[in-house]
């Protein structure tokens, strides 16, 4: 079981917002389903959330019991003190520790845990207070925050600019080659997207493996991606080509064309090989195109990422 409470407040009688509603409502309803339109996680959307003993309530309850994935999305505001960083709930009295958060979260029974924090000065989560005592991150658990300590985390066009681009990254802009988006490509996608001189997203984690938090249409299907080891039986093999791998290379084609002349088979493998380096897996051989390489009865060879690729493939990973 797959479980995720989305947090978004507003109405702060302090300073209110206007994007986190939106926000929560938006990160709900695209990690409720995957890609393909399967079922991904158990969504509950919050967002009238008025003293802190709710909001911890709600937290605490939510990382209670036992399933495979929990997903916690708070967007409102935080601010951090010398006794640590805070969470508010929108009467802006003190608020929720984030310390005390993680702290609930190691202490769950649930087996990956996910925290995703977008409000001022979330990359507060997890450090020592000065005096105080010191905070691990237990096993199994990722954390997301929209900024570092000391930041504040900007809302434009009625999103959090770090929501708006967490929720372009799981539409798609963070998936890997198999269709796969982790927290760790996540940040990735977010880091590369913000300037240097921007807000800075935070990325800590103690896994041993990334769990996906959704998967997308794959770049190139997994079973052409499976047939890697096939074509290249070690990965520092390369895969020899002639004109035969061509299909342009026919007598059917108004063109030259030379011996040996396209084969139905040899074309399905060369158009599956393009696709695979057309994502970066392959490259051929003293030409810069798999078509030279082809005509030419050139080779190609596997990229360092096709290098991992293979290895995963052949571990029975992917």
Known sequence: MRKALFIGLNDYVQNPLTGCINDAKCMGKILEKNGDGSPNFDVVIKYDIKTSSELLSLISTFFSGKCETALLYFAGHGYFTNIGGYILSTDCIMGVSMNDILTLT????ITNKIIILDCCESGAIGIPIIGGSNITIGDGISILTACRKNEEAEEINGHGVFTNLLIEALKGGGADIGGYITPGSIYSYIDQALGAHS??????????????????????H????REIIKYFPAPTDEYKLDPSYEDTNSITVEHEVIE?????????????LQKLQSVGLIVPVSEDYMYFAAMKSKSCKLTALGHH???????NRF
């Open 106 to 109: 190691n202490q769950s029974e």
């Open 222 to 225: 997994p079973d052409i991606l």
């Open 309 to 315: 690729y293979w290895r995963l493939v052949n571990n």
């Open 260 to 272: 040996p002349y396209a084969n139905t088979l040899n074309v399905q493998i060369f158009k599956n």
């Open 199 to 220: 807000q800075r997203p935070v990325f800590k984690t103690n896994i041993t493996s990334f769990t996906p938090l959704r998967s997308v249409k794959p770049q190139v």
